[in-house]
């Protein structure tokens, strides 16, 4: 779900959504995906939990639906990099007189 996605949900729409997020969260990190584990942030280790995430690589893909950066380097290198900046495709293109 993306932010514009979640706009213009009222107060009780956006707390089922994030409610439901958690609860994905929590059974992601019950299979052991220290990503996940550390998104829950109840009573774990998180300096355990990066290790685990660095014993997976420096870049991989969790059961989270995200790309996890475990490596500091490679993290800033990526954030650094103009070709992995957030667009709002829908802006650009109204920009450019489309719809």
Do not use: C
Not at 4 to 12: E, F, G, H, I, V
Not at 46 to 59: E, F, I, M, N, T
Not at 60 to 68: F, K, L, P, Q, T
Request: proline content about 2%; hydrophobic content about 40%.
């Amino acid at each position: 779900m993306t932010a514009a996605t979640t706009q213009n949900l009222t107060d009780s729409e956006l707390g089922r959504v994030l409610l439901t997020l958690r609860g994905l969260q929590w059974i992601i990190g019950t299979k052991g995906d220290p990503y996940a584990l550390l998104l829950r942030a109840v009573g774990d280790d998180p300096h355990r939990l990066g290790q685990q995430a660095r014993d997976r690589g420096k870049l991989w893909w969790s059961s989270a639906e995200a790309w996890v950066a475990a490596e500091h380097r490679l993290a800033g290198a990526l954030l650094d990099d103009i070709r992995l900046a957030y667009s709002d495709s829908r802006k650009q293109r109204h920009a450019h007189g489309a719809t």
